[in-house]
Antibody, heavy 113, light 112 residues
Framework: QVQLQESGPGLVKPSETLSLTCTVS????????WSWIRQPPGKGLEYIGH???????SSNPSLKSRVTISLDTSKSQISLKLSTVTAADTAVYYC????????WGQGTTVTVS | DVVMTQSPLSLPVTLGQPASISCIST???????????LHWFQQRPGQSPRRLIY???KRESGVPDRFSGSGSGTDFTLIISRVEAEDVGVYHC?????????FGQGTKLEIK
């Protein structure tokens, strides 16, 4: 079955760039599109953005131009970069399949401090 | 952005009793393709969310049939016909019709 695994540094300094990777197994990364979603501590879920297998992306306007999502088909990975982070970006970050998020990774906790 | 409002935010339920969660959107969630992209997720303590229901009422494979979804337009409901101990967690609705996609605040279900 399809499995997603997020990875990246758990601690990022304010004003720096957060970089995460999601590794996909059990499915071709070219067969679907892929999303990033986050959940600040004690709060609800926020949809960050997604990337189609064509490479086209959409990101939440609330994050302005700080988000970059890309694909590495050779490694079956999706990456997320969020620039100029602040404490408000502290959250569990999830990757998921499709905009409807039918499959989720286990999430990775990122603290900005 | 489309705001998704869930109620109640806290739901204590006796084992074996039904539970109902409402999700109301500020815009109709009927897409131009005729589909309604309203989904329900369950997040058990310490786990990532899991999709239970998609497009209002379609149950994911492996989801017990005590879970059902209904609604249309702007008003949607998740019903658990008989709550079991494993149903404890937070339930989220999400709309995937209007960009940016948005979630409700989450409803925490606990056993009385």
């Amino acid at each position: 079955q399809v499995q997603l695994q997020e990875s990246g540094p758990g601690l990022v300094k304010p004003s720096e760039t957060l970089s995460l990777t999601c590794t996909v197994s059990g499915a071709s990364i070219s067969s679907s599109y892929w999303s990033w979603i986050r959940q600040p501590p004690g709060k609800g879920l926020e949809y960050i953005g997604h990337i189609h297998n064509s490479g086209s992306t959409s990101s939440n306007p609330s994050l302005k131009s700080r988000v970059t999502i890309s694909l590495d088909t050779s490694k079956s990975q999706i990456s997320l970069k969020l620039s100029t982070v602040t404490a408000a970006d502290t959250a569990v970050y999830y990757c998921a399949r499709r905009g409807g998020a039918d499959v989720w990774g286990q999430g990775t906790t990122v603290t900005v401090s | 952005d489309v705001v998704m409002t869930q109620s109640p935010l806290s739901l204590p339920v006796t084992l074996g009793q039904p539970a109902s969660i409402s999700c109301i959107s500020t815009q109709s969630l009927v897409n131009s393709d005729g589909n309604t992209y309203l989904h329900w997720f369950q997040q058990r303590p310490g786990q990532s969310p899991r999709r239970l229901i998609y497009q209002v009422s379609k149950r994911e494979s492996g989801v017990p049939d005590r879970f059902s979804g209904s609604g249309s337009g702007t008003d949607f409901t998740l019903i658990i016909s008989r709550v079991e101990a494993e149903d404890v967690g937070v339930y989220h609705c999400m709309q995937g019709t209007h960009w940016p996609y948005t979630f409700g605040q989450g409803t925490k279900l606990e056993i009385k």
